[in-house]
């Protein structure tokens, strides 16, 4: 119940493609949901989070889709840049705002953007 | 503004021994997390602090493992004796108040032989 299925494993995909990445998760409790994003030698990074109470966020050219029903999520890079080119982490959270917050991730998306 | 400090970077020990990794958090930030990321995998909560006190070490393989936040600033994390699937980067996190973000260090690469 407190891990988060992640897929694809790995992701390839041309410049100026839209790269999808998809998590899943079971316990219900879970009330955040961000992505980091980690380049080699670095630590994640947050890119984007969303709540449960909405079904879609977007920063620049990331988005996140959400369907509580389902219990799943998914990022969504428009336009895609070399320079996006990192591993992607799920992750979500049961205590949004508390002292007792934590992040369980996913296994991680490794994306190449090729020029 | 200055990001989570973790040192060292890279650190190779034979199985058995010990180590020792050691964080400085954003100031400020009162919330601290030990990750363990083994390669291939997303990082799993090690320990959390809160000021100095332990707010979550259930996933803390007590028998080898421990931490400390004494004055409720810097961490470190120990390992001993090392075991080879302990090889990993070990990420130290910290968390201002009530917001959600974690801002991570760089973390420390530890291969144990």
């Known amino acids: 119940q407190q891990q988060v299925k992640q897929s694809p494993q790995s992701l390839i995909v041309q410049k100026g493609g839209i790269p999808i990445i998809n998590c899943a998760y079971e316990?219900?409790?879970?009330?955040?949901f961000p992505w980091y994003q980690q380049f080699p030698g670095k630590g994640p990074a947050l890119l984007i989070a969303?709540?449960?109470?909405?079904s879609e966020k977007k920063e620049g050219r990331f988005t996140i889709s959400f369907n509580k029903s389902a219990k799943q999520f998914s990022l969504h890079i428009m336009d895609s840049q070399p320079g996006d080119s990192a591993t992607y982490f799920c992750?979500?959270?049961?205590?949004?705002?508390?002292?007792?917050?934590?992040?369980?991730f996913g296994t991680g998306t490794l994306l190449a953007v090729q020029p | 503004e200055a990001g989570v400090a973790q040192s060292p970077r890279y650190k190779i020990i034979e199985k058995r021994q010990s180590v020792a990794f050691w964080c400085n958090p954003i100031?400020?930030?009162?919330?601290l997390y030990w990750y363990q990321q083994i390669l291939g995998q997303g990082p799993k909560l090690l320990i959390q602090f809160q000021n100095n006190g332990v707010v979550d070490d259930s996933q803390l393989p007590k028998d080898r493992f421990s931490a400390e936040r004494l004055k409720g600033v810097d961490s470190t994390l120990k390992i001993q004796p090392a075991k080879l699937e302990d090889s990993a980067v070990y990420l130290c996190?910290?968390?201002?108040?009530?917001?959600?973000?974690?801002?991570f260090g760089p973390g420390t690469r530890l291969t144990v032989l």
């Open positions: 969303i709540r449960p109470d909405v």
């Open positions: 992750a979500a959270s049961p205590n949004y705002g508390g002292a007792t917050n934590k992040l369980i």
């Open positions: 100031s400020g930030h009162a919330t």
């Open positions: 316990n219900t409790a879970f009330d955040y």
């Open positions: 996190a910290s968390r201002e108040g009530q917001n959600n973000e974690q801002f």
